[in-house]
């Protein structure tokens, strides 16, 4: 089992930046590749961002390219979305999860917090 919890969402103006973090425990976190999806009401999970259990590879979603980036430090079990130039339409609550390897589709992954609130303001 691995326990996941997002933390550093909020509210945001428009063009403004975060950092959210996805700390894990349990077994070997750095075995596993990590993914971060987002979910507005009413729409269907989206995926944002991936990035392999070493660190070494990492896949973008083209709507975020150039503006998120996805990191890890494996010593602190932690995975980061660093997002900027945030736009309003990206509001929703930000998931991280857990998987075997780097991959876009919610179904590939075996592990999931409970999610981060990301609010943009107009």
């Known amino acids: 089992q691995v326990q996941l919890v997002e933390s550093g969402g909020g509210l945001v103006q428009a063009g403004g930046s975060l950092r959210l973090s996805c700390a894990a425990s349990?077994?070997?976190?750095?075995?596993?590749?990590v993914g971060w999806f987002r979910q507005a009401p009413g729409t269907e999970r989206e995926f944002v961002a991936s990035?392999?259990?070493?660190?070494?590879?990492?896949s973008t979603a083209d709507s975020v390219k150039g503006r998120f980036t996805i990191s890890r430090d494996n010593a602190k079990n932690t995975v980061y979305l660093q997002m900027s130039r945030l736009k309003v339409e990206e509001t929703a609550l930000y998931f991280c999860?857990?998987?075997?390897?780097?991959?876009?589709?919610?179904?590939?992954?075996?592990?999931w917090g409970q999610g981060t609130q990301v609010t943009v303001s107009s």
């Open positions: 349990g077994r070997t976190f750095s075995g596993y590749a």
């Open positions: 990035i392999s259990s070493s660190g070494a590879r990492t």
């Open positions: 999860a857990a998987g075997r390897e780097i991959a876009s589709k919610p179904r590939e992954y075996d592990y």
